[in-house]
């Protein structure tokens, strides 16, 4: 029997296999198997050329799949045979192609097992190293200045590799090979402490060892935090402002210090077990929870015994909970083992802040310390917010973790496009030949340096894809900041072209997008306000809709606005005016309603006033108002300090043992009309609050029979609530829905929704 003859293939693969140690895999793998060939990077993903026996061979390519990098995923793997050239080793080939550079911009990742191991092993070199990492985790996208993804292009640049981490960083059998944030106690990234004496910073003399030295900042964060003090502590994106979460007195002192009297905080857990002990957490969540984006998981409280301080989510039925994500926080949350309220670092309406300098300065009145750190964070990332419904994840935030977010492009596309999505959850959207991306979470755009921000994601996201865009894409509404800001654009660069999308075409044009589809849609979108074609403001609307435009079929019965803007913050207002449509002022004045006891009677006769004349009170068809409407009929809610409070506080009031209800909406022509649940809640029927989500299920299965061809998109930010879209999920209908499976139903989705539009016109 002679020796088998060498076999060869060429094996392609698509999917997410740049810069996610992939090569190195394939190297170590070949070498393992005895296989001859290469390995490098091209436009479509990885290409392979292998040559040996073909026994090992096959092993080869079981293994390729089946071992993968935890950051792979495989889309597409197709292999040919091909001529052997009898080559004696195996190699990894580097290039320098435009194709290499604007791949692997990827999001930054949690901890992974090996490190933490090697962080908890007294003799490993990196012991309680906080900055341990590997080329299966650690920062990527916030510390990339440019692309290609090496060293020198991150914040990384400015340590140098000692001889052992240099060693690491270059084999190829190595688990470090290229993992480009490398370091260690010799050579790495190291903590600093800052602290307020006779109010001016002054940084905290550690000790010469840096070990010994963050070992003292630790303790010292340690001890302030259980004094109840507040610090301020550098993660993977952002600062996060923390404090005992068992602690009533610090948690209040931090929200009277941050001006936030209500929005609910996040709280960072020591572990899944500690998460246990304050939520339910059913299977799915708890794999969400320890999932390696490691979002905050939206979970319920568990009721009956008082476990965290009632001010970390004042009267709702809902927390926000993830686990410790970095080495630093690791170990910080070993130390403290307590739950820690870990919210970003900001004044409100401005993004995160990610420099410690500029964070003691804006925030020095609100923090007692600072944990910081010299890694410098080049793009700030917030964390990511997700909650489960029925057993879909549905993302509320998308950033660390998971942004920037690469989907694949159905087709290739003509020209590159950047979308610049609405003025609230602001994200952008770019197109590139083969694919989209979207970036993280950047925020609502209502300050200075919220567009600061929005303008350098821009920039940072042009510089990475190397892309100029020819067309722009941005809201109808006029006065949207993103729109102004697009039209600036198109003045500076006159052969660009722009297109404006209506809101809520957006909404559902996300959806498409994310199922690649094209055809006709009945479409939900609704939500709280978007500027409708009409000029009024929309929200309640059901649209029949293909990628070419949609046709406005059925929408909520338009009410006014008391007040504008102000009927956002005071749900109240927005009930007064639902009774103004169906009750003479007297009515309302005898009534014996919680809205009408929110007013005094004088306001109320000056607000018919300006209802009667429409002065500064604009008309809209918005679910999301009507939401507001009710929770201030059933008395749950009369001002809001935060968005969606009104919906959550619904929650908590009634969720249970909500049986369908029907005739609270009427259906008339193309008008939804509310009148017959606002008339039973103004009669002082509160409970109708618990049967108003119950009701909306029946309305959309009710709209649903009309139109039984199409398939069902649910969009806007309505359908974050969980009952509402859990009943939707449980009725006949839903074998027709269509959900967004990465973006938020809010506004984050609009900016897909707008670049999907305009590649399908170009
Ligand atoms: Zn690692
Ligand atoms: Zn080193
Ligand atoms: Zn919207």
């Given amino acids: 029997m002679s020796p088998e003859k060498s076999q060869a293939y060429s094996i392609s693969i698509g999917g997410l296999v740049q810069g996610v140690g992939f090569r190195p895999f394939v190297y170590r793998l070949a070498e393992e198997e005895g296989i001859r060939g290469w390995v490098r990077n091209d436009a479509e993903g990885v290409t392979l050329h292998i040559e040996g026996e073909q026994k090992a061979l096959r092993r080869f390519q079981k293994r390729l799949r089946s071992e993968k990098p935890p950051l792979a995923r495989i889309d597409s793997l197709l292999v040919k045979a091909c001529q052997a050239q009898g080559l004696q080793s195996f190699h990894i080939v580097h290039s320098e192609s435009r194709e290499e550079k604007r791949v692997a911009v990827l999001p930054d990742m949690s901890l992974c097992d090996a490190c933490l191991a090697e962080m908890h092993d007294p003799s490993n070199r990196r012991h309680h190293y906080p900055f341990i990492t590997c080329t299966d985790c650690g920062p990527r996208y916030s510390i990339l200045r440019t692309v290609p993804y090496d060293r020198p292009n991150t914040s990384m640049a400015a340590f140098e ?5 240099r060693r690491e960083y270059e084999d190829p059998a190595d688990r470090r090979y290229h993992a480009q944030p490398i370091g260690c106690w010799e050579c790495g990234p190291r903590l600093s402490f800052w602290q307020k004496i006779d109010n001016r910073w002054q940084e905290l003399d550690g000790a010469d060892n840096p070990q010994t030295a963050s070992e003292i900042f630790l303790e010292e964060t340690t001890r302030r935090i259980e004094a109840g003090q507040i610090v301020a502590i550098k993660g993977l994106g952002g600062f996060h402002l923390v404090c005992d979460a068992l602690n009533e007195a610090a948690v209040q002192r931090l929200r009277e210090r941050k001006h936030r009297p209500a929005k609910p905080f996040a709280l960072m857990m020591a572990s899944l077990e500690a998460a246990e002990k304050l939520a339910a957490v059913n299977d799915r969540e708890r794999e969400l929870l320890c999932s390696k984006e490691r979002p905050i998981v939206l979970l319920d409280k568990k009721e009956g015994e008082k476990t965290v301080a009632e001010a970390v989510a004042p009267g709702i039925g809902r927390i926000g909970l993830m ?7 690791t170990l910080l949350l070993e130390r403290l083992n ?21 964070l003691r300065q804006k925030l020095g009145d609100v923090v007692d310390a600072v944990l910081d750190h010299d890694r410098e964070i080049v793009n700030a990332c917030d964390d990511s917010v997700a909650q489960i419904i029925g057993d879909r994840v549905q993302w509320l935030r998308v950033a660390r973790g998971i942004a920037p977010l690469s989907l694949t492009a159905d087709s290739k596309n003509a020209s590159a496009v950047l979308a610049v999505g609405a003025n609230q959850k602001n994200t952008v959207a770019l197109s590139l030949e083969d694919k989209i991306v979207v ?7 209502n300050s200075i340096e919220a567009m600061e921000y929005f303008a350098r994601t821009v920039e940072t996201f042009r510089r990475f894809y190397d892309v100029s865009p020819e067309e722009i894409v941005c809201d109808l509404h006029p006065n949207y900041e993103t729109t102004k800001w697009a039209k600036a654009f198109t003045i500076q660069n006159p052969k660009s072209k722009i297109h404006q999308v209506q809101h809520h075409f957006a909404h559902v044009l996300a959806v498409m997008a994310e ?25 309640g609307e059901v649209l029949l809709a293909d990628t070419q435009g949609f046709e406005r079929v059925a929408h909520l019965r338009p009410f006014r606005l008391l007040g504008g803007e102000k009927a956002i913050k005071e749900p109240r207002r927005v009930a007064l005016a639902l009774l103004f449509e169906l009750f003479g002022l007297d009515e309302i004045l005898a009534m014996e309603n919680p809205t009408v006891r929110a007013f005094k009677p004088a306001e109320i006769r000056l607000l018919h006033q300006s209802w009667e004349k429409g002065l500064n009170a604009p008309i809209g068809s918005s679910m999301g108002r009507l939401f507001d409407g009710v929770a201030s009929l059933a008395g749950v809610c009369q001002f809001q300090s935060y968005e969606g409070e009104s919906g959550l506080r619904l929650e908590a009031w009634g969720s249970d043992g909500v049986a369908a209800e029907s005739g609270f909406f009427e259906i008339d ?6 009148a017959p649940l606002v008339r039973a809640l103004a009669m002082g029927e509160r409970d109708t609050a618990h049967a108003f989500v119950a009701a909306l299920t029946d309305l959309v299965a009710k709209v649903a029979e009309r139109h039984p061809d199409f398939p069902i998109v649910l969009a806007g930010g309505v359908f974050q609530n969980r009952i509402l879209l859990e009943s939707c999920l449980a009725q006949p209908f839903a074998q027709r829905l269509m959900l967004s499976k990465f973006l938020p139903p809010n506004d984050a989705a609009i900016a897909l929704g707008q670049l ?3 590649l399908q016109q170009i």
């Fill in 338 to 358: 307590r739950p820690l309220v870990a919210t970003s670092a900001n004044l409100s309406d401005e993004p995160i802040l990610r420099d410690g300098e500029v």
């Fill in 439 to 445: 970036s993280p979470h950047i925020g609502d755009l």
């Fill in 161 to 165: 590799m000692c001889p052992a981490c």
């Fill in 323 to 329: 686990l410790p994500y970095t080495p630093l926080h």
């Fill in 669 to 674: 022509g193309d008008m939804i009309d509310w």
């Fill in 756 to 758: 999907y539009y305009a």
């Fill in 515 to 539: 199922h690649g589809y094209r055809e006709k849609v009945l479409a939900f979108a609704f939500d709280g306000t978007g500027y409708g074609t009409d000029g009024t403001i929309w929200g």
